[in-house]
């Protein structure tokens, strides 16, 4: 099993920024990618950024790109979400998640562990 901590979250004005954290233990062996992905009330689940544990390739949504950067530390095996020029649309719950499967790196269906979840709100 694989167990994933986050950290970070808060309340920011527009144009501010958050580094979010996710600090991973068990199985990290099992792991192939660290993914971000976010979720507002009302509305489905969707991938934010991510990063191949061992290439250190990173996908990004388009609506973040530019804003938003993905990075790991191996030594701690914790990956960071650097978040840049907020937005209120950014306001959501925050999940860190492990991937067991690259190809579907940018859908929640290539994820077996998942964080507990940090809530980011942007204020206007």
């Known amino acids: 099993q694989v167990q994933l901590i986050e950290s970070g979250g808060g309340l920011v004005q527009a144009g501010g920024s958050l580094r979010l954290s996710c600090t991973a233990s068990?199985?990290?062996?099992?792991?192939?990618?660290m993914g971000w992905f976010r979720q507002a009330p009302g509305k489905e689940r969707e991938f934010v950024a991510t990063m191949n544990w061992s290439i250190s390739t990173t996908y990004y949504a388009d609506s973040v790109k530019g804003r938003f950067t993905v990075s790991r530390d191996n030594a701690k095996n914790t990956v960071y979400l650097q978040m840049n020029s907020l937005k209120p649309e950014d306001t959501a719950v925050y999940y860190c998640?492990?991937?067991?499967?690259?190809?579907?790196?940018?859908?929640?269906?290539?994820?077996?562990?998942w964080g507990q979840g940090t809530q980011v709100t942007v204020s206007s």
């Open positions: 068990g199985r990290t062996s099992s792991i192939v990618a």
């Open positions: 998640a492990g991937s067991i499967n690259w190809l579907l790196a940018r859908s929640p269906y290539g994820y077996g562990y």
